[in-house]
């Protein structure tokens, strides 16, 4: 296993790119306004799920024959603009009212949580970014790479947890404020889907 010292290093690494603005922590942070903190939690949950994904990717190698692939970047970059735009499109014709009877397709716990693991299965370069980060803190006297690989993908969830969650508690209370007034609902709704239509067209222009 890598030293203390690596593992810390990578683990507080971990924490500011969770607080960096970002696609992910951003739709967490739309998400925990319009929907609550709960919401932005079961978020969280997919996007780990979707972690797991990338980093058992990237320590068997299928990370590598991906990054080779234009066309499979391509395909994944549209299916992950589509899903955005679809979001969109849900956010800007979403009823107003109390979040108990904004009830939008996919607003369902397993809804929210499938979402987090779409939005982050389907960004390519977020696959490409653990191929590039975390072999970069591989020590080749501490064991097996594959192993190393996976101990630092569970870090990177952990720091994830903590930083997006403080982002969807300190979200969800100002969400909670802000939908008690139906007109802050509307714009929030609008702002929703003007925030993932901006996500859409960013990572559809995105290059590799």
């Known amino acids: 296993m890598p030293s203390l010292e690596t593992s810390v290093a990578f683990f507080l690494v971990a924490i500011v790119l969770g ?21 932005g939690m079961l978020v969280i949950g997919g996007l780990c ?3 797991c994904v990338h980093t058992l990717a990237v320590a068997f190698g299928l990370a590598a024959v991906f990054a080779a692939s234009e066309a499979a970047f391509t395909v994944l970059k549209l299916v992950g603009a589509a899903y955005l735009a679809y979001l969109a499109w849900q956010a800007f014709r979403a009823p107003s009212g109390p979040l108990e009877d904004a009830g939008a397709p996919g607003a369902s716990p397993r809804g929210l949580f499938a979402r987090g693991i ?3 299965l389907t960004n390519p370069k977020v696959l490409l970014f ?29 720091a994830t947890v903590l930083s997006f969650g403080t982002v969807a508690l300190l979200a969800g209370a100002i969400g909670n ?3 008690r007034s139906v007109r802050a609902q509307v714009y929030l709704n609008r702002l929703c889907g003007a925030v993932f239509a901006g996500l859409a067209v960013r ?3 995105s290059a590799r």
């Open 130 to 158: 653990f191929l590039a980060f975390l072999p970069q803190f591989v020590e080749p006297s501490a064991g097996p790479v594959a192993l190393q690989i996976v101990w630092f993908g569970l870090c990177f969830i952990v």
């Open 203 to 205: 990572l559809l222009t």
């Open 19 to 39: 607080f960096t603005p970002g696609p992910d922590n951003t739709f967490v942070l739309m998400q925990s306004i319009a929907r609550g903190k709960r919401a």
């Open 49 to 51: 799920t979707g972690i």
């Open 118 to 120: 779409v939005m982050n």
């Open 177 to 179: 404020l802000l939908r």
